[in-house]
């Protein structure tokens, strides 16, 4: 696969394939996961049908959980493709196939073309950045901006021109409309700890940075503006102090997380790629600190004079900015109170970029790698493919385990064979690493990421449309009539936002039993969705004025959930 792409052309229609199989196949299969997709999806869809596209509203209320960007590619993506999950989803395949090509580029820059390849398959076939790009909510789209800024800020950090800083600017904008903060924040202290390191000084002091912030400003804060005028600072207030500032003070919604919390989510969300982790940031550490006396010396073989593929020799300067990118974003979100997987996601590309680099350099022969270390990884291979098929078997309940407390998914058993690719990879390396043939290895380990990542997407996802209950019940009871004048209600199910989404109207939340009892007695036709152990806790004289015409098992609330009307049959 490696030797047969020599262009760009070439690197970009296998990425593009291979990126196209996972992001895209049946991406709009899966019904939507809430809480996010289910808000977000509705978000949109409601800042389309009122023509405001300013106030982003959920239920009909003001959303302060996140900034515009996403709605606003959600809604042309309504408006070409329809409202359904596959519109709804296609803003973040999108992005996460420009996190792919920006990877290869990043790459091929610092290091060489090869490199730029392998980094380009791994972001492909990894399953944290798949899972963004099959996923609604801004993360892919904060990460590709992310990505995008520290691509300009290579490419053009040795001219430095005026447009380079407009760029900059105009990408980190876009970061800030995505997610917040976070997109200008966090690069700006990578570049500085950067330059800091590189003792570039005239760089970091540069008065032409200004034009970066004034270019950041007119492209990201018009919006914030805008919205704070028209709700009188309220969205400021609750995104900027809850979803910012309260986020790192405190673990909101007991998103607890122990300190190391995300590089074990690196290493899962990377696999099987993450078997080369530890040895391509311990290559890239001591690549990172050689000094210019070392490189003088000549204590460290340059690629280009071992390598006849060309390649660049290595500066210690990429692997720097790699290692600074990587460093603050994993420091920064361990140290903030809430965690959840996909804050890492911004750190998945450099580990690509220092992956790619160290697979070339095996592969090229100009790193020593011990016969030792492949037979290592071939035994994490066979961990992996036996620790998978074991998972897949204990969540199906084929074996039980307590700590899932009876929340099965069955239907999983079926997918347990795939098990079987890791250890065949595992084999293969080892065989490979015995005739000393690495790049067949690495070969072998992109086909093997890829058969295994993309049945799971594109197909796997019929297991858990059947434990969700919000679209099935929506179908089976008819209670989607959007041409009729109803009245749909939610008894205490916060959590379960994707109604909205499939109902394509507002849902009265019932907290109590008087509020219920009226609804019900409505002269309209009703819709109650309701957890069946508290439809059978509630009085019998509350019960008498609705009857039930649909039920489903839910696995966000591991219960029945019924369709109480007051319809007579």
Known sequence: MIERFHNRGG????????????????LGAATLWDMDEGKNTTCAYEMLMSGNWIVPTFNGNLRVDKPVLLYWLQIFSYLTFGVNEFAGRFPSAVAALCTVLLAYELARSMFSRTTGLLAGVIAATSPMLCGAARFANPDALLNCFTVLTFTLFWLGLAR????????????????????GPVGIVLPMAVIALFLIWERRWAVLFDWRWCITYGVFILTGLPWYILVAVETKGEFLRGFFLKHNLERGMSALENHHGFPGYYVVVLFVGMLPWSVFQLAAWWFGFWSAIRSPWERARGLWASVADQNPQGDAADAPAAYRLLACWIAVYLIFFSVAATKLPNYALPAVIPCCVLMGRFLQRWRAGSLPIPAWYTYACAACFLLIGVGLTVGLLVADGVWEWPMLRGRHFPGLAAWAFLGAVPVLAGLACWHFGRMRQPTRLVTTVAAAALVLLAPVVGFGSGVFNQRKAP?????????????????????????????????????????????LASLLQSRLPVYVFIPMRDWQNLETSRRRYGRIIGRHYDMFHHTEIVVVTNQMP
């Open 11 to 26: 690197h970009y229609a296998l990425l593009l394939a291979m990126a196209g199989l996972v992001f895209f196949v049946n």
């Open 471 to 515: 679209q099935p019940l929506v179908e089976e009871t008819g209670s989607l009539r959007l041409d009729a004048d109803i009245r749909v209600g939610c008894w205490q199910m916060e959590h379960l936002p994707s109604l909205n989404f499939y109902l394509k109207r507002s849902v009265e939340h019932l907290h109590d039993e008087p509020a």
């Open 160 to 179: 430095r021109s005026a447009g380079w800083f407009a760029l900059l600017g105009i990408s980190m904008g876009l970061a800030m409309l995505a997610k």
